[in-house]
């Protein structure tokens, strides 16, 4: 979540700064209009020059002013939605046009760029059935396999990486939210890779039979401990070897991703080398 609203209050900071940056423009084109104008009329001469000028400025300082309004206006509406939405998972498109004020087309629109500049961490909007969702998105990881015990992988890892992600939003430790958003994304490579290479499915029983579950359970432990208002050293320590864990489970993946490509990084080394050969001899 800090990661969240440090975007937020960025982008706001941002807006605040156009808006300022472009009413200066404006008010210096309008200050060279000014001069401009006097001067033609007290020496009699053109203002083909000073025209130019005043309305470059006139421009960049409209688009800023424009630009920072948006920004602006979107992250307030974000900030207006989370408060809408309080705890919910969830929230109907029809309660937020109502409490907005905005259209569905806008208030989808609003929610797409929102949902792209990342205020919104693992947020998806259902426009099927007119519905925000905070959680995992299945269509992102879907599998396109014929292969049923392929299918029946996925859809088990998927469950561990859905939660794995729901129990993240909740994780204050910054450095923890981190590790596991690199190990959800490693682990959507993982099997988006296997969904599209069936024949890879054995070498990664271990990480959906083991590692996932295991790190889902690690995790919930980790939640369970971090919402005790008074911990004892050992709470602690469990916390601590939890975060030390993660960086292990982190590592497995990332070897293991390497490992599902290791064939076309060699055939590609040696496409490499064939072709600095055939250079030589050019």
Known sequence: MKKINAKVDKATAVGVLQVFVG???????????????AWTFIFDGTASTVGIVTLICTIL???????????????????????????????????LERELGMSRTKLVNTLQRQISRGYWLDTYLDEENGILVQGYNPTHLKSESDNQVVNELISKANGYIHKMMTINRSITDEELTIQVDTLVSISKQVYSYVDKNPEKANQVRQLSNYFLPTSVELLTTYLELQEQDVKSENMTNSMNEIKDMMNTVEAAFRKQLDALYGDKVMDASVEIEVMKGIMKNV
Do not use: Q, W
């Open 61 to 95: 300082g409209i688009t800023l002013i424009m630009r920072g309004v948006m920004n602006y206006k979107l992250a307030s509406r974000f900030r207006k939605i989370r408060k809408i939405m309080s705890e919910s998972d969830s929230i109907k498109l029809p309660t």
């Open 23 to 37: 009413g200066a423009l404006v008010i210096i084109s309008v200050i060279i209009a000014l001069v401009g104008m």
